[in-house]
């Protein structure tokens, strides 16, 4: 399957805190399950910024939770690099993981102005493993929907000769 993650900013957020002469604030996501055998592609953060502010965006990835606790945070470039407002293509060491969880942090320098996170998406290619529960509905996008666990593979058993197309959600 492949995988196009839109992520709502809606997780734990921090603190406003003083740091030098810029007022940082910062989200963790929850963890995102992506799958074992991921291949990422780009990520699109979409912000609106003036004023000197700015918005950034680190990933870690690992195969559990807690070692995902204890992975490093890497921007395009890995450790102390950022991904920022636009597409960037993802650096690949965080292919092959099944969770992947990114840190947002947003910078300006007066509480007077501040920058706008509209989104964040990335998307990915999980090859040959099950990243858990999709809904699927054939030759119509409105559905209905029909909900399946563990899918690595799909049987067209019932389908009439000639094109379908098959729309897929997790």
């Known amino acids: 399957p492949h995988g196009y993650h839109i992520i709502p900013p809606t997780y734990s957020v921090g603190a406003e805190t003083p740091s030098g002469s810029y007022l940082n604030g910062f989200l963790i996501s929850a963890p995102i399950?992506?799958?074992?055998?991921s291949k990422f592609g780009k990520i699109w953060i979409d912000a609106t910024l003036g004023g000197g502010t700015t918005v950034s965006v680190q990933l870690r990835s690992a195969n559990t939770l807690s070692d995902l606790l204890n992975a490093s945070w890497m921007g395009p470039t890995g450790p102390g690099s950022?991904?920022?407002?636009?597409?960037t293509?993802?650096?690949?060491?965080?292919?092959?993981?099944?969770?992947?969880?990114?840190?947002l942090t947003l910078n300006s320098p007066s509480s007077s102005i501040t920058p706008y996170l509209?989104?964040?998406?990335f998307n990915f290619t999980s090859l040959g493993s099950n990243i858990g529960t999709y809904q699927y509905a054939v030759d119509s996008s409105s559905g209905p929907f029909y909900s399946v666990g563990n899918v690595t593979s799909?049987?067209?058993?019932?389908?009439?000769?000639?094109?379908?197309?098959i729309y897929v959600r997790a």
């Open 33 to 37: 399950v992506v799958g074992n055998e």
């Open 82 to 87: 950022y991904y920022t407002p636009g597409a």
């Open 89 to 103: 293509w993802i650096n690949n060491v965080h292919d092959n993981y099944y969770y992947v969880q990114y840190n």
């Open 118 to 121: 509209h989104s964040i998406a």
């Open 154 to 165: 799909f049987s067209t058993m019932g389908l009439g000769q000639g094109p379908h197309t």
